[in-house]
């Protein structure tokens, strides 16, 4: 049987239509169970001193064994281990890590998911050590992918970093993970519905970049989670491992593409927001693919007023003259405090609130509206239908169960537009002239 590696080069690998040639950057993928031994012989591939990161969950779940196997080998140099117990990635996590870390070291494993995996990423990139992640828990897509989500002067943003050489994920381990991170993880797949909508509405309007070959990827990952959720929340350690395949499947989907596009969207934007207003106000956080399955639950709710809609030029116009981007600056001041800064300077530079490029855009989106509500048609799930599927996991929380009211949230759906340079649902509704509109229609 062909190895995960071969078979994505295979089917979506190589020269494409797209005008890329795509690449698998991963050396190694290892699913499987009761393989964290084999952590030393994909050492051996790069180096022979190693560096390991890990937190006291993580270390108690495999990092003990890992640590063990590279002690035996004589491969271990030295290691940190948060004793936090939640690790934000920000300033303070990463210093911590460089503070600690063996400079005689010629290789770096990472035991762990999720903001242990930014950090690990963020290291090599900067130390030039190549890493090898070993999963502890299907809780998210970013194991192989070449970007960090990390939290910068109170901002969650993405960094270019690197991908890592290998990916381990001993499905042993990764099916006795809290089944908060295995919801997590699910959560953040079923994201995607919206990205792959939005990534392709913007090719629409924006001529954005956009690759059928990816966008086919990530769907294909998408369906083999939603396939074996249920499995999974029940601990099944072959559902566990199709999981697993899906998260690495959407990594490789950025990686492949070059953008976060294939895998975030306006979901992820209320997930960030919410972080962001955390992390400033001290306001209820949860793990970032729970926001986003719960997120995205409400962007189905807003593509579905979307559909209602009839572009009308008259409308969208008096809308734009009367926006203030004086006083709406304010307004995410006193939203998101001092992480409002960065997203006020990058309007600076796109400046999506120009009159005269909102009036390109709206001719474009009215000429083409039967072509974008195919396309939401197509990739957006129904509301019953992702109910159903929230049910299989047991995540049957809303927002206000996650401790956010219906002002924040219309609030925080406000602000998704102003987080990234992408077009997003917001985004589309304000040159429509209708966010308002619909904000207060939902919450």
């Known amino acids: 049987m062909k190895d995960l590696k071969t078979r994505i080069e295979e089917e979506y690998g190589g020269a494409c239509e797209c005008g890329k040639d795509h690449e698998v950057i991963l050396e190694d993928i290892r699913i499987g169970s009761h393989i964290l031994p084999e952590v030393a012989d994909l050492v051996k591939k790069h180096g022979s001193r190693v560096f390991m990161i890990s937190d006291r969950n993580t270390y108690k779940a495999a990092g003990e064994e890992v640590a063990r196997i590279l002690e035996d080998r004589g491969m271990l140099c030295g290691s940190y281990c948060f004793d936090e117990e939640k690790v934000e990635p920000d300033e303070k996590a990463a210093g911590a890590v460089f503070m600690h870390f063996e400079p005689s070291c010629d290789y770096i494993v990472v035991v762990g998911s999720g903001t242990l995996n930014d950090i690990g990423k963020l290291v090599s990139s900067v130390t030039g050590r190549p890493y090898l992640i070993v999963g502890t828990a299907p809780s998210m897509d970013g194991f192989a992918s070449a970007t960090s989500s990390v939290i910068r002067d109170g901002l969650k943003i993405s960094l270019n970093t690197i991908a890592p050489a290998a990916v ?8 006795d993970a809290p089944l908060r991170l295995l919801q997590s993880g699910i959560g953040d797949m079923f994201a995607k519905y919206i990205s792959i909508c939005e990534w392709r509405i913007s090719n629409v309007i924006n001529g954005e970049y956009y690759c059928p070959r990816v966008a086919s990827l990530v769907r294909n ?6 396939d074996n959720a249920q499995a999974l929340i029940n601990r099944e350690e072959e559902a566990v ?44 956080a ?158």
């Open 168 to 175: 381990l994920a001993d499905t042993s381990v990764m099916k």
């Open 221 to 226: 990952a998408l369906k083999r989670c939603a």
């Open 241 to 284: 491992a199709a999981v697993t395949e899906g998260l690495i499947y959407a990594g490789l989907a950025m990686a492949m593409a070059g953008v976060s596009r294939p895998a975030s969207g306006m979901e992820h934007y209320f997930s960030h927001v919410w972080d962001m207003r955390g992390e400033e106000f001290r306001t209820p």
């Open 286 to 443: 949860d793990y970032h693919g729970i926001q986003c399955g719960i997120a995205t639950r409400t962007c189905i709710q807003i593509y579905d007023e979307i559909k209602k809609i009839t572009p009308d030029y008259e409308t969208a116009r008096a809308y734009v003259d009367a926006f203030s981007w004086e006083d709406w600056k304010k307004e995410l001041k006193s939203f998101l405090g001092k992480s409002a800064d960065a997203m006020i300077a990058l309007e600076e530079r796109e400046r999506k609130y120009d009159l005269s490029t909102h009036q390109a855009r709206f001719n474009i989106i009215k000429e083409h509206w039967d072509e974008i509500l195919t396309i939401i048609d197509e990739e957006v799930p129904s509301l019953s239908e992702y109910d159903r599927l929230l049910s299989e996991i047991g995540l049957t929380e809303t927002y206000e169960d996650l401790g956010h009211d219906k002002t924040e949230t219309r609030k925080t759906f406000y602000a998704t537009k102003d987080i990234r340079d992408k077009y997003i649902g917001s985004r589309l509704l304000w040159d429509l002239g209708l966010l308002e509109a619909v904000g207060e229609k939902i919450f």
